[in-house]
T-cell receptor
Framework: GENVEQHPSTLSVQEGDSAVIKCTYSDSASNYFPWYKQELGKRPQLIIDIRSNVGEKKDQRIAVTLNKTAKHFSLHITETQPEDSAVYFCAASSYNTDKLIFGTGTRLQVFP | DTGVSQNPRHKITKRGQNVTFRCDPISEHNRLYWYRQTLGQGPEFLTYFQNEAQLEKSRLLSDRFSAERPKGSFSTLEIQRTEQGDSAMYLC??????????FGPGTRLTVL
């Protein structure tokens, strides 16, 4: 069935360092890959997304890369700041259904 | 506030009672989704609507769960004969077709 695996489950970095979170999906029909940030007690908020016709997308300090052949996509955060500390979820959906299949989340801690 | 809203924000109930949650989507969004999130996990898809039509329902969803979107605007999610395992955060999201899903703040259900 549909599945999205996410690694690592926790990630601790020093302020200013880069952070990378990786996800693998199983459904070859997946064509949309959003990333959500969820702070404690808050709603998930979209930070960046990518569609399968694009290999990479960047928005200031955040970038996402997609490897359709390997069914991998990754989130890259550069110059991390303490306010980047949160849980990050990757997700995937396919062209024939709009539902999002989420990964299990990565808790990112950025230490000053 | 023009975002997705959910009521109530918290609900405590006794096992065996019925509960109903409400979601008000962003006004022009034709799609509305329900997800469930337990501690330390990513949101899990429950069901979604396009206008008033329920397009998909998770196979994991018990018959005790029912959702409606009678006029294609707000939606309700009802859980009958609640069980302790139903304790979770119930998230609603809305979108235009095949576009970004925006989440509400969630309803936290505790079943005693």
């Amino acid at each position: 069935g549909e599945n999205v695996e996410q690694h690592p489950s926790t990630l601790s970095v020093q302020e200013g360092d880069s952070a990378v979170i990786k996800c693998t999906y199983s459904d070859s029909a997946s064509n949309y890959f959003p990333w959500y940030k969820q702070e404690l007690g808050k709603r998930p908020q979209l930070i960046i997304d990518i569609r399968s016709n694009v290999g990479e997308k960047k928005d200031q300090r955040i970038a996402v890369t997609l490897n359709k052949t390997a069914k991998h996509f990754s989130l890259h955060i550069t110059e991390t700041q303490p306010e980047d500390s949160a849980v990050y979820f990757c997700a995937a959906s396919s062209y024939n259904t709009d539902k999002l299949i989420f990964g299990t989340g990565t808790r990112l801690q950025v230490f000053p | 506030d023009t975002g997705v809203s959910q009521n109530p924000r918290h609900k405590i109930t006794k096992r065996g009672q019925n509960v109903t949650f409400r979601c008000d989507p962003i006004s022009e969004h034709n799609r509305l989704y329900w997800y469930r999130q337990t501690l330390g996990q990513g949101p899990e898809f429950l069901t979604y609507f396009q206008n008033e039509a329920q397009l998909e329902k998770s196979r994991l969803l018990s018959d005790r769960f029912s959702a409606e979107r009678p006029k294609g605007s707000f939606s309700t999610l009802e859980i009958q004969r609640t069980e302790q395992g139903d304790s979770a955060m119930y998230l609603c999201a809305s979108s235009l077709s095949y576009d970004t899903q925006y989440f509400g703040p969630g309803t936290r259900l505790t079943v005693l």
